[in-house]
């Protein structure tokens, strides 16, 4: 008799990205196949990359690593109503995270006006707990967490709410 172990893909992960523009595309895919994996929304899954993708960005262009592994730290996971809980935590920098009006030719400057348009909520949450806090780089900046929440939308949620409801009828038909 064979023992057969279901997989199911994890409601939450967190992985070391690399400081820099190589890592986003591995956490972007790692991201999409967990979430699609866990039955998320491909609606509420898109949005969620594209925050991820917004965050590293960030990280990479105005904050350091963490301490001295040249990483930073993205999470991700479910929420209890279907959505994704998405953040980047790096080693700080000379600024807060904070949305701006870049001019229409400028270049950058649009990433957290993104976020805000996508996201339920979001916001930014300093470690005064002392990790994170570029051990080896010589600065005084603190570690960071860039956060955000992605709401399911009302026909995502209301589909998720039937496919429990025709799982719990599944074996019915036994009876």
């Not at 997989?7 to 986003?24: D, I, K, L, N």
């Not at 998320?40 to 990479?60: C, F, G, K, R």
């Not at 920098?93 to 701006?100: D, L, M, N, V, Y």
């Not at 993104?114 to 916001?123: K, N």
């Amino acid at each position: 008799m064979a023992l057969v172990v279901a997989q199911e893909a994890p409601t939450s992960s967190t992985m070391a990205v690399p400081h820099g523009p190589t890592g986003v595309g591995a956490a972007r895919r790692r991201m999409r196949e967990e979430l699609l994996g866990s039955g998320t929304p491909e609606a509420v899954v898109d949005d969620a990359v594209l925050i991820l993708s917004e965050l590293l960005s960030n990280a990479y262009r105005h904050a350091r690593p963490i301490g001295v592994s040249d990483c930073v730290r993205a999470a991700w996971g479910r929420t209890a109503d279907g959505g994704v809980s998405v953040s980047v935590t790096d080693g700080g920098g000379p600024t807060r995270p904070r949305p701006s009006n870049p001019s229409v030719t400028a270049r950058g400057g649009r990433g957290l006006s993104i976020i805000t348009s996508l996201a339920r909520d979001w916001g930014v949450r300093d470690d005064r707990g002392g990790r994170g806090r570029g051990q080896g780089h010589g600065h005084g900046y603190g570690g960071v967490t860039v956060w955000a929440v992605v709401a399911p939308s009302e026909e995502d949620a209301f589909a998720s709410s039937m496919r429990f409801e025709l799982s719990e009828l599944e074996g019915l038909e036994d009876l």
